[in-house]
Every structure is written in C-alpha cells, then in structure tokens.
C-alpha cells in the first residue's frame, strides 16, 4: 500500500480487531478520499483489509470498548471492522472529519 502522507487529514494509533482475542496494533489514516489501515512492527503489510473508499462506507461510529474507545467503520455490504485502544477525543474528532470530508 503506498500512502500519499501529503494527503493525510489525520492519523489515530488503533488496534484493528480481527476475533474476539485478538487485534492487530496500528495507524488508521484519514484521506481526503479514503480511510487506511497500516500496522505496525513485525506485522507491518499483514492486514486482511487495509482501504476503506469512502464510496463502500456507510456509517462510520464510535464508542466504548473494554479498551479505551473504539472506532467501527460500517461498510454497504454490512461489514463491520472495528477499531479498538483508541484515545476517546481522537477518535470522536476522527469520526467528526470524517463526516465533514464525506459530506462535501
């Protein structure tokens, strides 16, 4: 995946949770025109989905987990990859310009 950092409108550190026990530590990135996965360390290139265009997301929410807070991107087709360990003001700010990007 080659990220234009240029192009970056925020970034979050995030677990992405693959099952129940397990996550996958990393960056979530807000695009102008996409959200992007990357993890980090030894796990860096290993991600099961690491674009989300904003044409396939239907709602993006967040709230409460058992670790700080999480980030859920809702895809069309009824998909939800949750986000997780994420500080709870980055993730509502996170969440707001990702509304204010999308409504444009």
Known sequence: MNINSQNTVMSV???M???KAQAIPGNLMLLSDR???QASG???GTEVKDTFSFEEIKKIKVGFSIAPFRIV???????NWIFDQVN???AKKFAELYETINSN
């Open 17 to 19: 949770k693959i099952f």
């Open 73 to 79: 991107i809702i895809l069309n087709d009824g998909d």
């Open 42 to 44: 030894l796990l860096k």
């Open 13 to 15: 550190n995030a677990s």
């Open 35 to 37: 959200i992007c996965f």
């Open 88 to 90: 709870r003001k980055d």
